[in-house]
């Protein structure tokens, strides 16, 4: 399994932006698919963004389409989530997490197909 240590969350006002890092170590970090997932208080922890392996193809969850970019750096072994527009509703624990098998479409989101995550990073939106 791979390692994975988030960074970059914190507070803001509404329409702000903020860009989470996780650092990956471990096994090849360009073998896994990666990708972002949130949890807010009393919700199932769901998925927001992820980006498969090689192709660098990505895939958005509808509420966050068009506001947030997610992207790696292989020579850093580091994927990002860069979050502008942001709204209240953007508040939870936002997870970093990797996965072994290939991944497409609606396949990608699939909490379950993910086989390391990383610890968490609070993202406070306020109106």
């Known amino acids: 399994q791979v390692q994975l240590v988030e960074s970059g969350g914190g507070s803001v006002q509404a329409g702000g932006s903020l860009r989470l890092s996780c650092a990956a170590s471990?096994?090849?970090?360009?073998?896994?698919?990666m990708g972002w997932f949130r949890q807010a208080p009393g919700k199932e922890r769901e998925f927001v963004a992820a980006i498969r392996r090689f192709s660098g193809i990505t895939y958005y969850a509808d509420s966050v389409k068009g506001r947030f970019t997610i992207s790696r750096d292989y020579a850093k072994n580091t994927v990002y989530l860069q979050m502008n527009s942001l709204k209240p509703e953007d508040t939870a624990v936002y997870y970093c997490?990797?996965?072994?098998?290939?991944?497409?479409?609606?396949?990608?989101?699939?909490?379950?197909?993910?086989?390391?995550w990383g610890q968490g990073t609070q993202v406070t939106v306020s109106s």
């Open positions: 471990g096994r090849a970090f360009s073998s896994y698919a």
């Open positions: 997490t990797a996965r072994e098998n290939v991944c497409a479409a609606s396949g990608c989101a699939d909490l379950q197909g993910y086989d390391s």
